[in-house]
């Protein structure tokens, strides 16, 4: 069975820096891309930042200059490293990897900026 592993959330202040990362285990096929959401409460889940298997990347406008997707050639683990956090950044964060055999989510980790 694929499972999906968030880490690296917490709190952190207006300003600061944080590195999540997403590692997979089980059999994934054919990875087409590897992406990062998130949700807070009320909000509808948004797409932050995605990266294809062939490493282009691609960034919702409020994280471009900011965020930064990235993956760790030889395995299923990839990461969002976020600088310059804002409290509108507070969210639960999803990762997100679309392969042949169908989408694979992770369980979330929470990410809150506040001072």
């Known amino acids: 069975q694929v499972q999906l592993v968030e880490s690296g959330g917490g709190l952190v202040q207006p300003g600061g820096s944080l590195r999540l990362s997403c590692a997979a285990s089980?059999?994934?096929?054919?990875?087409?891309?590897m992406g990062w959401y998130r949700q807070a409460p009320g909000k509808q889940r948004e797409l932050v930042a995605s990266?294809?298997?062939?490493?282009?990347?691609n960034y919702a406008d409020s994280a471009k200059g900011r965020f930064t997707i990235s993956r760790d050639n030889g395995k299923n683990t990839f990461y969002l490293h976020m600088n310059s956090l804002k409290p509108d950044d507070t969210a639960v964060y999803y990762c997100q990897i679309m392969g042949l055999g169908g989408l694979y989510w992770g369980q979330g980790t929470q990410v809150t900026v506040s001072s």
């Open positions: 089980g059999s994934i096929f054919s990875i087409k891309v």
């Open positions: 990266i294809t298997s062939g490493g282009s990347t």
